[in-house]
Nanobody, 118 residues
Framework: QVQLVESGGGFVQPGGSLGLSCVAS????????MSWYRRVLGKKHELVSV???????DYGDFVQGRFTATSDFAKNTAYLQMNSLKSEDTAVYYC????????????WGQGTQVTVSS
C-alpha cells in the first residue's frame, strides 16, 4: 500500500505565491511519474504538471510559466511552486504518482485547497 500526503496550499491574494509538496510512503520500489492535477469547482480534473524520471516537467497550457514542478525521486517527494497566482487558479490541487511496488499502481494525495482572492 502506498500513501501520498500533501501539504501547503491555503489562501493568497492575486499575484502571490504558494508552494505545495507531496510525500509518498509505503511499499515503494520506484516512482516513475509525479504529477499535479487540480479541480476547479464544478469542472473536471485538469492536468497542472507531469514529470517522469527522464525529463523536465510538462505543464498545462494555463500555467504560462507561472508554476514550477520539481521532483525528488530519491525522497519520493513532489513539489509545486506557484507564482503570479490568479483568482482562476482557485481549486483543490492533487498530487498523483505512478508507483512501482509489489505491483504498479497510480495513487492520489488527499487534495489541498488553494484559494486566490483579494
Amino acid at each position: 500500500q502506498v500513501q501520498l500526503v500533501e501539504s501547503g496550499g491555503g489562501f493568497v491574494q492575486p499575484g502571490g505565491s504558494l508552494g505545495l509538496s507531496c510525500v509518498a510512503s509505503g511499499s515503494i520500489i520506484r516512482i516513475h511519474r509525479m504529477s499535479w492535477y487540480r479541480r476547479v469547482l464544478g469542472k473536471k480534473h485538469e492536468l497542472v504538471s507531469v514529470m517522469t524520471r527522464s525529463g523536465p516537467a510538462d505543464y498545462g497550457d494555463f500555467v504560462q510559466g507561472r508554476f514550477t514542478a520539481t521532483s525528488d525521486f530519491a525522497k519520493n517527494t513532489a513539489y509545486l511552486q506557484m507564482n503570479s497566482l490568479k483568482s482562476e487558479d482557485t481549486a483543490v490541487y492533487y498530487c498523483n504518482m505512478y508507483v512501482e511496488g509489489s505491483s504498479f499502481g497510480e495513487y492520489w494525495g488527499q487534495g489541498t485547497q488553494v484559494t486566490v482572492s483579494s
